[in-house]
T-cell receptor, first 113, second 110 residues
């Protein structure tokens, strides 16, 4: 079965460091989403792309977060500088087209000390 | 803010019993989806029900949708230990964006 692949699965780093999370969507899926999951806020949409173009990043703190899709097989989410409140699980999901279910990766568990 | 609100937040039942989870939402939708999340894993899609549908089945899953009450329910029949997970409803308001509820944590006791 085709899967969304996220790396790294776990990341522990000190505050102030740059963090880069990567996602390989399922081949042929044209829309890619980034979510953040915490106990307090639940699952929040940070940003999403269609055909590699950013459609909505209103859920993302602009001063420190950036999301890109350099090509159709790679999406990245960067945090610079990182803060302890960024500790969460970050998920990537992709979807083949309108009205279809989303396919999630297993997430990157990020801890900022 | 969360679109979907789920009820109950946690549910613990015996294996073999049925489990029912409810979801309420606030605005009009194109479809409503249910996902399962096992501990430490990503969400897995279970079932999608469109706004013009009232009921849908998939194996031991039954989903209903009442757009007049802006609510949906997920029924899992003959529960198994492997059904232990968190279950989320998500509403599609267009542009493929989903808004997720806070989830119901289901525990099936052997």
């Amino acid at each position: 079965d085709a899967r969304v692949t996220q790396t790294p699965r776990h990341k522990v780093t000190e505050m102030g460091q740059e963090v880069t999370m990567r996602c390989q969507p399922i081949l042929g899926h044209n829309t890619v989403f980034w979510y953040r999951q915490t106990m307090m806020q639940g699952l929040e949409l940070l940003a999403y792309f269609r055909n590699r173009a950013p459609l909505d990043d209103s859920g993302m703190p602009k001063d420190r977060f950036s999301a890109e899709m350099p090509d159709a097989t790679l999406a990245t989410l960067k945090i610079q500088p990182s803060e302890p409140r960024d500790s969460a699980v970050y998920f990537c999901a992709s979807v083949p087209g309108g009205g279809q279910p989303q396919h999630f990766g297993d997430g990157t568990r990020l801890s900022i000390l | 803010s969360q679109q979907g609100e789920e009820d109950p937040q946690a549910l613990s039942i015996q294996e073999g019993e049925n489990a029912t989870m409810n979801c309420s939402y606030k605005t009009s939708i194109n479809n409503l989806q249910w996902y399962r999340q096992n501990s430490g894993r990503g969400l897995v899609h279970l079932i999608l029900i469109r706004s013009n549908e009232r009921e849908k089945h998939s194996g031991r899953l039954r989903v209903t949708l009442d757009t007049s009450k802006k609510s949906s329910s997920l029924l899992i029949t003959a529960s198994r230990a492997a059904d232990t997970a968190s279950y989320f409803c998500a509403t599609d308001q267009g542009a493929q964006k989903l808004v997720f509820g806070q989830g119901t944590r289901l525990t099936i006791n052997p």
